[in-house]
């Protein structure tokens, strides 16, 4: 069965600094991998996905994610945050065409970017 | 262009009622999902529709759940017999195929008193 782990349930930073949220899955067939960030009192936005192609994926608001097959990681990172970032991110894996494409989510990393 | 739309935002109800919960998927997509956010247990997945084939109900936690999807559109998710511990978030997505990106709409919150 396919699971996602995220390594960290809270994540505090300053603004203007790095951050990695890391995130690890569990499948023995090929997957298709995505970030979802959710504000507060709102549904889910894309952030970034992998389906195929280059490893490294950029996504919406400076943030990108390097996909390692080997290491079985798909950690979001962005180089300087914001204030605005400060949300709960969702990793979630959809595992190949003929499971359907529902999604397994990790538990949420809660970012939260301080002044 | 149109998100997903989902009604009621926000739902009371008393133990034992029925309700229903309604998504309006993007127009065009042809799979629509249903996910519950809980506290303890996080996001999962409930149910899934693609085109006319039979649903996915791997996901219904009992048999007091059940959704439709009318004319490849619109859903309904019904809960009979509500207990405290369907309270939740359920979010609707919708995918323009079954293997790509979900887009997701903003929940209805469901109290159960």
């Known amino acids: 069965a396919q699971s996602v782990t995220q390594l960290d349930s809270q994540v505090p930073v300053f603004e203007e600094a790095p951050v990695e949220l890391r995130c690890n899955y569990s499948s023995s067939v090929s997957v298709y991998l995505f970030w979802y960030v959710q504000y507060p009192n709102q549904g889910l936005q894309l952030l970034l996905k992998?389906?195929?192609?280059?490893?490294l994926v950029k996504g919406i608001n400076g943030f990108e994610a390097e996909f390692n097959k080997s290491q079985t990681s798909f950690h979001l990172r962005k180089p300087s945050v914001h204030i605005s970032d400060t949300a709960e991110y969702f990793c979630a894996v959809s595992v190949g065409n003929n499971q359907g494409g529902k999604l397994i989510f990790g538990q949420g990393t809660e970012l939260s970017v301080k002044p | 262009g149109a998100g997903v739309s989902q009604s009621p935002s926000n739902k009371v109800t008393e133990k034992g009622k029925d309700v229903e919960l309604r998504c309006d998927p993007i127009?065009?997509?042809?799979?629509l999902y249903w996910y519950r956010q809980s506290l303890g247990q996080g996001l999962e997945f409930l149910i899934y529709?693609?085109?006319?084939?039979?649903?996915?109900k791997s996901g219904l936690p009992s048999d007091r759940f059940s959704a439709e999807r009318t004319g490849g559109s619109v859903s309904t998710l019904t809960i009979q017999r509500t207990q405290q511990e369907d309270s939740a978030v359920y979010l609707c997505a919708s995918s323009l195929t079954r293997s790509k990106e979900q887009y997701f709409g903003p929940g209805t919150r469901l109290t159960v008193t």
């Open positions: 992998y389906l195929s192609g280059s490893t």
């Open positions: 529709f693609q085109g006319n084939s039979a649903p996915d």
């Open positions: 127009s065009g997509h042809t799979a």
